[in-house]
């Protein structure tokens, strides 16, 4: 039930429905092949194999949850950032692109069992980036960017150093979800995040922090607002598990809003495509208020800015 939903494709969430921030699942493959079969046809009576040249090759490879739920617009994670890539050179004036990839490494018991991350593993993820944006990176912006003379990311974050509205234009922020052993091999080698190229949503206060998250707007309003208005960046969800696209329930999305969180998730920025017929499903969809793409924040948005439009 909490799987029973779909998504367009990333140039059609960019193009028809203003998405600035999206999120991609990515599981190790150093040698690749490990994801080519997926053993939960087994119970469909369906092949296992997947027929997919691309995914025998190595690199980090895209999907929700190993053997079940692995179609995806993007086999690759290289895949995904080259469409990444190509939409913003053709759109060079778009505001900052939020890109979080979430790192999976588990999977279903007594079925393919995913590969682990380790700092190896991140050093090829970062190549991965590198590989597609170049060795200096072009636009995307990394935690040594950030950082300037500071001595931390999350110095430079509570400082207000952040590039302005004008400066950001045409980039992109790369930030992982990582658990917290994860974590440890990210920054292995890396203090601080240095010479890294993705931000890592951590917590608030470690020197590595500049973006971190609290996914309920509801139980955690006061903490995302107090936040925000320390300069930290903060994700929030408006929706989870299909639940406010049923019901239609739209509190937990007026939460969202009013926090000031900046990334702001949702699953359903369309009605779900049953909602016309099937009485299951309501027509529960988010946008910002008048399909604008962005708008001044409501916690800490300068007061002069106040009733001017923030477009592409």
């Known amino acids: 039930m909490e799987l029973d939903y779909t998504h367009e ?3 059609t969430q960019f193009d028809s429905f203003n998405m600035r921030s999206i999120e991609i699942d990515i599981y190790n493959d150093p040698n690749g092949g490990a994801y080519y079969d997926r053993q939960g046809n087994i119970l469909i009576l369906e092949p296992t194999a997947s027929n997919e040249p691309q995914l025998l090759n190595p690199g980090m490879k895209v999907l929700h949850i190993t ?9 690759t994670f290289f895949s995904a950032l ?9 759109h060079p004036n778009h505001l900052p692109l939020i890109v979080m990839v979430e790192a999976k490494d588990t999977g279903i018991p007594l079925m ?6 380790t700092a190896a593993s991140f050093d090829a993820l970062d190549a991965e980036v590198a590989s597609v ?7 995307v912006v990394t935690p040594d960017e950030l950082r300037g003379t500071y001595a931390t990311p999350n110095e430079a974050a509570l400082a207000g150093a952040w590039p302005t509205l ?35 949503f951590g917590e608030p206060g470690d020197g590595e922090t500049a973006f971190t998250k609290f996914d309920d707007p509801a139980a955690n309003q006061d903490t995302i607002q107090s936040l925000v208005q320390a300069g930290y960046m903060v994700r929030t969800r408006t929706d989870a598990g299909t639940w406010e696209a049923r019901s239609g329930d739209y509190s937990r999305m007026n939460m969202a809003f009013s926090s000031g969180a900046q990334i702001i998730s949702t699953d359903y920025y369309r009605p779900d ?20 793409v962005a708008r001044l924040n409501p916690v800490n948005g300068p007061a002069e800015y106040v009733g001017i439009d923030i477009d592409d």
């Open 67 to 75: 053997d079940i739920d692995y179609l995806t617009h993007h086999l």
């Open 166 to 200: 004008a400066e950001s234009r045409g980039t992109i922020y790369f930030v992982l979800m990582l658990s917290a052993a994860q974590k440890t091999d990210y920054l292995a080698g890396h203090p601080a995040l240095t010479g890294r190229n993705m931000f890592i």
């Open 82 to 90: 080259m469409t990444i890539r190509d939409w913003s050179n053709l």
């Open 112 to 117: 393919t069992t995913p590969v682990p991350y």
């Open 9 to 11: 494709s990333l140039t």
């Open 273 to 292: 495509e049953r909602a016309p017929t099937d009485p299951g499903w309501s027509d529960y969809s988010v946008q910002l208020p008048n399909d604008v």
């Open 133 to 139: 944006f170049g060795a200096t990176l072009g636009q």
